[in-house]
């Protein structure tokens, strides 16, 4: 659209006395596709031309008549609107050579002209199953991650595990009263967790169990040999169980730089913020008031020394803004602790940083299954490795039903499943809470991932049945879809590049998301109602052009989603 926006920026320009530029950033989509397709509004003009907006639209139309452009045929006056049709033949051709010549890379641009956007998601727990909780902060952030990158971004993936607190300590003390070489090396996420339920429990019955754990993190925190040996196999025995997973979802980080990470730097923070006086002590705590800023007051220190969570961010902050001078620092994180962030912020702000509105966080609502528990739980764990297995064995099943010669099954099935759990997130507007129902997200005719799917494998089918013939450019074949419904998915298969702008903007994948729905409808759409390999001559070769490019921008949206397009299902 962009080429479309431009032809008329140098146009209306000169009559309204704005640069084009300016004509460009007040261009409005119309809310109904009758209106036109791009609008200017005139209510910036009548103070200057003392008249009211319908009569400037009139008047504008007037001066514009007999006058066509190359992508646009008329402009027509509605209300207060100068409403633009596009010239069919012409923008489609746009339109297609544009995706043909830009393939696998069409709706990217170098809009970050290569600044670093490091993206602060997933982070599960050490030594605890990867729950289903964490999927959101996953998915999201991964989709996040994938935006920023075709936007000219480098994106940098940052796996902030939780792998440091008291709870380490209590860990060794279970491992070592009842913990089971055999048992640890068969299942040790698992296994791991049991123990730490097991601690719990006990310590009810025996109180001293919290004491040795408390000195078994001191002896951790202070590097003693045996404490930092069980730590280190933990945290090892945990990330190769996770790695499994984010094999499963095809996602690989820059850094695992979990809590402990920023421990040697947790004296400067301390010193920093003594510096420049904006702590106190109290009760022999290091506090920082942020009650004259509309917050609760943060402790970054305890009367017996130890730092906290806060204290660690701050750390971390600093240390991702000195490595990585970012141009954004993403922190994918649930929306419960917005809080945390926002105190987080203005520490980092009265530490007298610029920087620190640079820092974002991009928070979440909750999911839950709308059948409720499900089948395998760890203590109160719904496990996400549970989670996506189902889904895939669930579309397995449908495939089966549904085309029982497909040659890959399994392949379409993992596709179709992982997907299915993907987009089940992302097509929600993350802030808001999530109902998963196993139905829905399933269904090959509803707003989802397999309804996309399924377009771009049938599209994928057309193209194998057509042949080599109809895979070349044909200029005039590209200039002569002219009918509604051609149209209608041309105009939509444009907007793909501002998807992805608003995508990231807004920090929400959901417009993507929404989009891709949209792409798929208007191809079927088109497909009910113009023949493809039942037409002939040009008018085929069009067709089949259009075809093509709708495959290429559904694969293209998919993959910033991180959601396969399978060419069969």
């Keep these: 659209m962009q080429k479309f926006k431009e032809e008329i920026g140098r146009l209306l320009a000169p009559l309204v006395s704005l640069d084009p530029e300016e004509v460009i950033t007040l261009l409005e989509v119309p809310p109904e596709t009758t209106y036109g397709d791009l609008a200017f509004p005139c209510f910036t003009l009548a ?11 009139e008047e504008l139309s007037g001066e514009l008549s007999g006058r066509k452009g190359l992508f646009w045929e008329k402009a027509v006056p509605r209300g207060p609107y100068l409403n633009f049709f596009i010239t069919p033949g012409a923008f489609g051709h746009e339109v297609l050579s544009q995706i043909w010549e830009n393939g696998e890379k069409y709706g990217h641009t170098d809009l970050g002209k290569g600044g670093n956007v490091p993206i602060d998601y997933s982070s599960p727990n050490i030594a605890k199953p990867f729950g289903i909780g964490h999927i959101r902060s996953t998915v999201i952030g991964h989709a996040l991650y994938l935006i920023y990158r075709a936007l000219g971004y480098n994106s940098i993936g940052i796996n902030h595990l939780g792998d440091w ?55 951790l ?114 929306a419960e602790q917005t809080l945390h962030f926002q105190q987080l912020f203005k520490v980092l702000e009265l530490l007298g940083f610029d920087w620190s509105s640079r820092c974002i966080h991009v928070p979440f609502g909750l999911i839950r299954f709308k059948e409720g528990r499900m089948s395998t739980r760890a203590g109160k764990i719904i496990l996400l490795e549970e989670v996506l297995q189902r889904s895939i064995d669930m579309a397995r099943e449908i495939i089966e039903e549904k085309n029982p ?25 993350r802030v808001k809470n999530i109902e998963f129902d196993w139905e829905k997200v399933l269904d090959f005719s509803g707003e989802t991932a397999a309804y996309i799917q399924y377009a771009h494998a049938r599209i994928c089918s057309i193209l194998r049945k057509a042949g080599a013939e109809f895979a070349e450019w044909d200029n005039s074949a590209a200039s002569i ?6 149209t209608a998915l041309i105009k939509t298969l444009a907007i793909l590049p501002d998807k992805i702008i608003a995508s990231a903007d807004s920090l929400r994948p959901s417009i993507l998301a929404r989009y891709l729905i949209d792409v798929a409808r208007e191809f079927n759409r088109f497909y009910h109602n113009c023949p493809v390999l039942g037409s002939e001559g040009e008018l085929k070769h069009g067709r089949l052009l259009l075809i093509s490019a709708t495959r290429q921008v559904i694969a293209n949206g998919l993959a910033l989603l991180g959601i396969a397009a399978p060419e069969e299902m």
Excluded: C
């Excluded at 879809?481 to 051609?486: G, I, Q, T």
């Design 405 to 429: 010669d497909l040659v890959d099954k399994e392949g379409a099935a993992k596709a179709v499943g992982l997907g299915a759990v993907r987009f089940g997130d992302l097509s929600n507007d």
């Design 47 to 57: 103070k200057k031309r003392k008249k009211a907006p319908p009569l400037i639209a």
């Design 481 to 486: 879809l002219v009918k509604e419904e051609e």
């Design 221 to 334: 925190e202070n590097g003693d040999e045996e404490a930092v040996g069980y730590w280190n196999r933990f945290r090892q025995l945990s990330l190769e169980n996770y790695e499994l997973i984010y094999n499963l979802l095809g996602i690989e980080f820059e850094h695992y730089h979990g809590e402990s990470h920023y421990n040697k730097m947790l004296d400067r923070v301390i010193n920093l913020v003594q510096d420049k006086d904006i702590a106190r002590e109290s009760e022999g705590a290091l506090m920082i008031d942020l009650e004259p800023h509309g917050l609760p007051p943060v402790m970054l220190r305890k009367k017996d020394g130890a730092t906290l969570y806060i204290t660690r961010d701050l750390a971390a902050a600093i240390y991702r803004y000195e490595t990585f001078n970012f141009a954004l620092s993403l922190y994918v994180v649930g």
């Design 165 to 219: 607190g008291t709870q380490f300590g209590k860990l060794i003390v279970a491992f070592k009263r009842w913990g089971e070489e055999s048992k640890l090396e068969a299942d040790p996420v698992n296994y791991l967790y049991r123990l730490y339920v097991q601690f719990h429990q006990r310590v009810e019955e025996d109180p001293e169990l919290d004491d040795e754990a408390r000195s078994w993190f001191r002896k």
